[in-house]
């Protein structure tokens, strides 16, 4: 498993700074301008169409690296334009360049002792590197902290006027899942981040989050702001989960969520759905079993709203909005809980009963599995 780890680029002088930014300026128009030649003319990986951009004093490894990204963006472009059934336009390349170790080299071997890292990075001119001086996050610490870990050669270098950053990759090997421990089932959603069988709820406030991306305006400094505020405590929250007590996770195989239109998606429907980002969440959670050697198990979610863990009686009229109560035996409960016991029942394969029914009608408070 390969992880990345953004580290910023303010420690670095002035000079240095300048040269860094001079080298991605040209990779940025090198790869532009491989970027018009494939939309044009199309072209592959090879040294024919690497000649078809000048050097602008780039090394040819360099400018072979911007024909592989370019190649990627006008792909991913074209795959994206198929899926939503429009006319593809040409893309503008703004992002990082991704280079290899025989053009940068992270180490932490310098005779400085105040900063952790250095990177050492070829410049325009022709055998001149420099060493930049780079500092651990908290997350690379943690990162570095595992059993046999590793940086992986090669580091991405992007950013914009006044913020330059460098994303170093960490290579950790696949360890064994652990064997003791509780298992659970999640249930992902919009009201509730995560609801987890044994009757706990995590994010409920995320709702809120969510209505503050939806009001900025697309494409504004606002938008930004929310987007991050969101990611943010998506990860945060996800933190929060006990991943440590638990051995095997079970979650929704969820896909195509915004896709087509069903009586139950009207307009409104469709843009509450808009800001929730239920593919970054279920990637988190994979992220964080995975660290934590915590088996993930993903079941088939349809209906698992809609029956009873009581009686198993399925019904669409068993849910309404928030609530779960069983037209059959009344048992009561809130629905994300009952969705989330009944994603464990489909990965076990056994039938776990959180309340005995007694024919209440009252709400179920949560509690173990």
């Given at each position: ?233 998506i990860n945060r929250t996800l933190n929060q989960l ?29 843009k509450a759905l808009a800001p929730w980002t239920y ?91």
């Amino acid at each position: 498993m390969i992880l990345a780890s953004k580290l910023s680029l303010k420690f670095a002088t002035p000079s240095k700074t300048a040269k860094i930014v001079a080298v991605l300026d040209r990779y940025r128009a090198c790869v532009n301008a491989y970027i018009r030649h494939i939309w044009e003319h199309g072209g592959t990986l090879d040294k024919q169409t690497v000649d078809t951009v000048p050097t602008g004093h780039l090394t040819s490894r360099m400018r072979a690296h911007a024909l592989q990204q370019a190649i990627g963006v006008v792909a991913a472009t074209r795959a994206s334009a198929r899926k939503l059934c429009v006319e593809p336009s040409m893309p503008r390349f703004r992002g990082a360049m991704a280079l290899s170790k025989g053009l940068v080299d992270i180490t932490d071997t310098h005779t400085s002792l105040e900063f952790d890292l250095w990177l050492r990075f070829s410049t325009l001119r022709k055998r001149k590197r420099i060493d930049v001086p780079l500092k651990a996050t908290r997350h690379l610490r943690k990162l570095l902290a595992l059993p046999m870990a590793q940086f992986k050669p090669g580091c991405s270098i992007g950013g914009c006027p006044g913020k330059y950053w460098v994303t170093v990759w960490v290579e950790l090997p696949d360890l064994p899942d652990r064997t003791v421990g509780a298992h659970v089932g999640l249930d992902v959603g919009m009201n509730k981040l995560v609801a987890v069988s044994d009757g706990t709820f995590f994010g409920e406030e995320l709702k809120d989050v969510l209505q503050k991306v939806r009001r900025r305006k697309p494409g504004s400094k606002g938008r930004r702001r929310a987007a991050a505020e969101r990611r943010q405590y998506i990860n945060r929250t996800l933190n929060q989960l006990p991943w440590d007590s638990w051995s095997l996770v079970a979650v929704e195989k969820l896909k195509n969520l915004k896709n087509g239109k069903k009586k139950n998606r009207n307009k409104r429907f469709r843009k509450a759905l808009a800001p929730w980002t239920y593919a970054y969440v279920m990637k988190q959670i994979e992220l964080k079993a995975r660290l934590n050697r915590v088996q993930r198990v993903e079941v088939d979610p349809r209906y698992t709203s809609q029956i009873c863990p009581q009686c198993a009686h399925r019904a669409k009229s068993n849910r309404s909005n928030e609530k779960f109560m069983c037209v059959r035996c009344g048992y009561s409960a809130d629905a994300d809980f009952v969705g989330s016991v009944n994603i464990l029942n489909r990965a076990t394969g056994e039938r776990t009963v959180p309340q005995l029914c007694d024919g209440s009608k009252e709400p179920f408070k949560g509690g173990a599995s």
